[in-house]
């Protein structure tokens, strides 16, 4: 006979399935205003957006669970004063207002993640509920006064971190930890910057403050707007279902790669990236040196006036003397705007100077006559002569073209042999004929911000940036330098030859050296025996870092194999892997790509491949279970199961050893349950004596 079914659970249930008639009853109501209301036609395009957003919000998927967890509130809590509260991703209320389910970023809900035995923050009891495909299956109690299960442990906890994943990130708002919380509900006026070891879970960290910050500062940061930051495209396609999740649509997400690119295009839509550069040389234009050439190459176009200015007005010519000039000039420039908002500032300053020997000869002139010299032809042609107005593309194309203008702008910054690897060997006639990289877009994003400020946003997530040069954290520091930012990557992980070497520099750059370093070394994602195995190259590419370690119970499963044909070899473990549940991840040198991917096709196991593949392959990335993951993008993802092809291939991609290291340290770390490694080439030495096979 089966077992009778458990009364408390019964109860919880029902609870589920009145939640959900709730959400469909609230999503129902907001269907039904009518935008035609508004008063004119802006107020209704306003209260559609306002209605649809709100609509987004509120659609339910029967496959995520309405709540995660419940707390039990004493008596005497000052605010919840003995009530329970069923703690979800978004808040659902019934039919009189009480709320039903709480939004986990309220503050009631607080003390779901960080209350403990020691702080019990007024909680009871702790109630944590399984899932399967959405339905409620299971609870499990922590009483926090003692008994109930052991404290720092809950199998249902650990089975939602390990459960298997296929498909895009997820949010982990139902196992985010109280080393996590305290980073997720950061004040709005902080930065953070957090270091976090592979499977720490820092991904996930910054985007939840950013969804927490949108909850908690939603009219402050829906005018002022929060922008993500990742390394690549595929990188935020596998996270760009995260905030969605948690109702929150109105947060941008983009490469930087992308976010300079959008200057070059609001200079010229014609303009775009489509060069590139020697490691050596985009290294040297991401120094953040670069800086101060670009600043005295700008202003150097601010010259002193040949003769003064003369401005005829009716029978009258009125003369400013060119010492007159150089004084309005200097004060211009003491004044540190902007060199475009200065020129703009210009002719106003010299009008003024007339209008003062106006008044000196007994004339009465008022603002309109000050305005009206000012859109004299002289007066304009005067201001071009003194301060010309300057094309940021224009001001960086000279100087990689111009030995003698890089050579006085650069005087004393950067040697000469420098000077000389930033020439183009074949300058560029115009910048729409140039073939700009990445870095010289860079640098045109610094010079755009010279000649006019650019705009700051609420907050910043920046993801991945150990990865970026001085110049790029200078370009994102720029997006926030009126709002704050979450800064999230790990030293170990760099993989670029201009990468950051520390976090206080790094900081710096971004123009937040006041922000605080948080350190995230407990693996809860990566399994022990794979994570151990990766941590033989700390002391080769991060010395002074400290080892992460997995606090997960399973040890998680290693092999390490010689092959004789590698592309076979990982056909026959990619055919074994498919069958097993959850994503898998195939990571390959970058030049295997095609390789592996035709026989993976040979083979007729479907697939897909990250970034440029090659042509043919249909699938979406992360929309079948097997993923072909060149190694240059495997920052930041994570597979059920990876297997791992010719580490010294990866290795031996990169410009140098230390980062090729570095490159196979990410590629290593991807895997949250089980991790293959093929090689026909001899391991790298730094990864120590072969692992025992069973």
Same mark, same amino acid.
């Given at each position: 006979m089966p077992a009778p079914a458990d009364p408390e659970l019964t109860r919880e249930q029902d609870h589920l399935r009145a939640s959900r008639s709730a959400l469909t009853r609230m999503h129902d109501r907001t269907?039904?205003?009518?935008?035609?209301?508004?008063? $004119?036609?802006?107020?209704?395009? @306003?209260?559609?957006?306002?209605? @649809?957003r709100r609509m987004k919000a509120l659609q339910d998927d029967p496959t995520v669970p309405m709540f995660f967890g419940r707390l039990d509130y004493?008596?005497? %809590?000052?605010?919840?004063?003995?009530?329970?509260?069923?703690?979800?991703?978004?808040?659902?209320?019934?039919?009189?207002? $009480?709320?039903?389910?709480?939004?986990?970023?309220?503050?009631?809900?607080?003390?779901?993640?960080?209350?403990?035995?020691?702080?019990?923050?007024?909680?009871? =009891?702790?109630?944590?509920?399984? @899932?399967?495909?959405?339905?409620?299956? #299971?609870?499990?109690?922590?009483?926090?006064?003692?008994?109930?299960?052991?404290?720092?442990y809950s199998s249902?906890? *650990?089975?939602?971190?390990?459960?298997?994943?296929?498909?895009?990130?997820?949010?982990?708002?139902?196992?985010?930890?109280?080393?996590? $919380?305290?980073?997720?509900?950061?004040? !709005?006026?902080?930065?953070?910057?957090?270091?976090?070891?592979?499977?720490?879970?820092?991904?996930?960290?910054?985007?939840?403050?950013?969804?927490?910050?949108?909850? #908690? %500062?939603? $009219?402050?940061?829906?005018?002022?707007?929060?922008l993500v930051v990742g390394p690549n495209a595929s990188f935020l396609r596998y996270i760009g279902d995260v905030l969605p999740a948690l109702g929150e649509i109105e947060a941008q997400q983009t490469t930087i790669e992308e976010l300079v #690119?959008?200057? =070059?295009?609001?200079?010229?839509?014609?303009?775009?990236?489509?060069?590139?550069?020697?490691?050596?040389?985009?290294? =040297?234009?991401?120094?953040?040196?670069?800086?101060?050439?670009?600043?005295?190459?700008?202003?150097s176009h601010v010259g002193a006036p040949a003769e003064g200015l003369v401005v005829p007005r009716g029978s009258r010519r009125w003369r400013l003397a060119s010492y007159e000039v150089d004084e309005i000039v200097a004060e211009l420039r003491a004044r540190g705007v902007r060199y475009g908002a200065a020129r703009a500032m210009l002719p106003q300053r010299l009008a003024h100077g007339i209008l003062v020997k106006m008044e000196l000869d007994g004339d009465s002139p008022d603002d309109r006559v000050q305005d009206a010299v000012a859109r004299t032809r002289e007066v304009k042609r005067y201001v071009d002569q003194v301060w010309p107005a300057v094309d940021p593309a224009r001001l960086v194309l000279r100087l990689l073209s111009d030995p003698e203008f890089l050579a006085t702008s650069a005087e004393d910054v950067l040697a000469p042999d420098e000077q000389q690897a930033l020439l183009w060997a074949k300058p560029a006639k115009a910048p729409g004929s140039a073939r700009w990289s990445l870095a010289d877009a860079?640098?045109?994003?610094?010079?755009?911000?010279?000649?006019?400020?650019?705009?700051?946003?609420?907050?910043?997530?920046?993801?991945?940036?150990?990865?970026?040069?001085?110049?790029?954290?200078?370009a994102v520091g720029r997006r926030c330098s009126t709002g704050s930012a979450t800064v999230l990557g790990d030293l170990a992980q760099a993989t670029t030859p201009w990468a950051t070497r520390s976090w206080d520099e790094a900081l710096r750059h971004l123009g937040k050296p006041d922000a605080h370093v948080e350190q995230l070394t407990k693996g809860f994602r990566v399994p022990g025996e794979v994570i151990e195995y990766a941590a033989r190259l700390l002391p080769t590419i991060a010395p002074g870092l400290k080892p992460p370690t997995s606090v997960r119970r399973t040890r998680g499963e290693l092999e390490v194999t010689a092959v004789d044909d590698p592309v076979a070899a990982t056909v026959s473990a990619a055919r074994s892997l498919a069958v097993r549940i959850g994503s898998v991840g195939l990571i390959v040198?970058?030049?295997?790509?095609?390789?592996?991917?035709?026989?993976?096709?040979?083979?007729?196991?479907?697939?897909?491949?990250?970034?440029?593949?090659?042509?043919?392959?249909? #699938?979406?990335?992360?929309?079948?279970?097997?993923?072909?993951?060149?190694?240059?993008?495997?920052?930041?993802?994570? @597979?059920?199961?990876?297997?791992?092809? *010719?580490?010294?291939?990866?290795?031996?991609?990169?410009?140098?050893?230390?980062?090729? !290291?570095?490159r196979l340290y990410v590629c290593l770390t991807r895997a949250v349950t089980s991790l293959v490694v093929l090689h026909s080439k001899p391991l790298p030495l730094e990864l120590g004596a072969p692992v025992p096979t069973a």
């Open positions: 269907a039904s205003l009518d935008a035609a209301a508004a008063g $004119d036609w802006v107020s209704r395009q @306003f209260l559609e957006s306002a209605i @649809f004493d008596p005497s %809590h000052e605010d919840a004063r003995g009530e329970s509260f069923y703690i979800g991703r978004r808040h659902v209320s019934d039919e009189v207002g $009480d709320p039903m389910v709480v939004d986990w970023r309220a503050r009631i809900s607080r003390a779901f993640y960080r209350a403990s035995r020691t702080e019990p923050m007024g909680v009871l =009891l702790r109630r944590r509920f399984g @899932f399967q495909h959405g339905e409620l299956t #299971a609870y499990e109690d922590e009483d926090l006064l003692g008994g109930g299960t052991v404290e720092g249902i906890l *650990e089975a939602e971190i390990e459960r298997p994943r296929v498909g895009p990130m997820r949010d982990i708002v139902a196992t985010i930890q109280p080393e996590q $919380d305290v980073i997720v509900r950061s004040d !709005l006026d902080e930065s953070v910057c957090v270091q976090g070891a592979p499977g720490t879970g820092k991904t996930a960290v910054g985007l939840h403050r950013a969804a927490y910050l949108l909850y #908690a %500062h939603r $009219d402050q940061l829906s005018r002022q707007g929060v #690119a959008r200057t =070059l295009a609001r200079l010229n839509p014609t303009w775009t990236i489509r060069g590139q550069d020697k490691p050596l040389v985009a290294t =040297l234009k991401g120094d953040a040196r670069l800086a101060a050439v670009l600043h005295r190459a700008l202003w860079v640098l045109i994003d610094e010079a755009r911000d010279l000649v006019e400020r650019t705009s700051s946003l609420g907050h910043v997530v920046a993801d991945e940036a150990q990865d970026l040069s001085p110049m790029m954290l200078r040198p970058d030049l295997r790509v095609a390789a592996v991917s035709a026989g993976l096709s040979a083979a007729g196991l479907r697939h897909a491949v990250l970034g440029d593949g090659p042509a043919g392959i249909e #699938a979406e990335e992360f929309e079948v279970p097997l993923d072909v993951v060149p190694a240059s993008l495997a920052n930041g993802l994570e @597979f059920d199961h990876v297997l791992l092809l *010719e580490p010294e291939g990866i290795v031996a991609g990169e410009a140098d050893r230390v980062t090729g !290291l570095r």
